[in-house]
Nanobody, 121 residues
Framework: QVQLVESGGGLVQAGGSLRLSCAVS????????MGWFRQAPGKEREFVAA????????FYADSVKGRFTISRDNAWNMLYLQMSSLKPEDTAVYYC??????????????WGQGTQVTVSS
């Protein structure tokens, strides 16, 4: 079993930055690809970014490319999402997820509880 706990969400003005963290415990973190997804009220959960188990491959949604950076630290069992140039449309609950292999669709086995990100205009 794998447990994931997100942190780092909050309220930020448009143009600002936030870094989300996801602490992973349980089975070997480095065995899993990891992803970030988000869900705004009344909308489907959508892909944000994903990273392979080694960190050597990353994928981003077009809407965040160039503004968000996904990274991981396998020594500390941590996943990160650095978000810059935030826009009001980035407002959502952000979830981290773990599975193998890497994918950009929400069919991940393990999910965190989510952290709220609110971007004010």
């Amino acid at each position: 079993q794998v447990q994931l706990v997100e942190s780092g969400g909050g309220l930020v003005q448009a143009g600002g930055s936030l870094r989300l963290s996801c602490a992973v415990s349980g089975r070997t973190f480095s065995s899993y690809a990891m992803g970030w997804f988000r869900q705004a009220p009344g909308k489907e959960r959508e892909f944000v970014a994903a990273i392979s188990w080694s960190g050597g491959s990353t994928f981003y949604a077009d809407s965040v490319k160039g503004r968000f950076t996904i990274s991981r630290d396998n020594a500390w069992n941590m996943l990160y999402l650095q978000m810059s140039s935030l826009k009001p449309e980035d407002t959502a609950v952000y979830y981290c997820a773990a599975d193998d292999p890497i994918r950009t669709t929400p069919e991940y086995d393990y999910w965190g509880q989510g952290t709220q990100v609110t971007v004010s205009s």
